[in-house]
């Protein structure tokens, strides 16, 4: 099973901006849907963005819309997360996950993911 680790998280002013990066170990990462999903004390845990393993299909939740950016570099076996215009309530933990189906990914359904990197957002 493949192995996720998440980094580029930090505390960073509200209008400010961060890249989050998962680097994923195994040699058939480009099999599988990933996805960026985020957990905040208090909150129900939300999947943020998620990508089919071509690029052909996308997700963004409503509230993270417009702001972030999803990609991944298969050849390296990269996934990032682009983060703009942050704002207070995107300060949570973000886990990068990956599974067999986007769908899966998207109903927040996964066989993997890391263990998070902290992103706090101050006003």
């Known amino acids: 099973q493949e192995q996720l680790v998440e980094s580029g998280g930090g505390l960073v002013q509200a209008g400010g901006s961060l890249r989050l990066s998962c680097a994923a170990s195994?040699?058939?990462?480009?099999?599988?849907?990933m996805g960026w999903f985020r957990q905040a004390p208090g909150k129900e845990r939300e999947i943020v963005a998620a990508r089919s393993w071509s690029g052909g299909r996308t997700y963004y939740a409503d509230s993270v819309k417009g702001r972030f950016t999803i990609s991944r570099d298969n050849a390296k076996n990269m996934l990032y997360l682009q983060m703009n215009s942050l704002k207070p309530e995107d300060t949570a933990v973000y886990y990068c996950?990956?599974?067999?189906?986007?769908?899966?990914?998207?109903?927040?359904?996964?066989?993997?993911w890391g263990q998070g990197t902290q992103v706090t957002v101050s006003s």
């Open positions: 996950a990956l599974d067999r189906a986007f769908d899966a990914v998207v109903a927040g359904h996964f066989t993997s």
């Open positions: 195994g040699r058939t990462i480009t099999l599988y849907a």
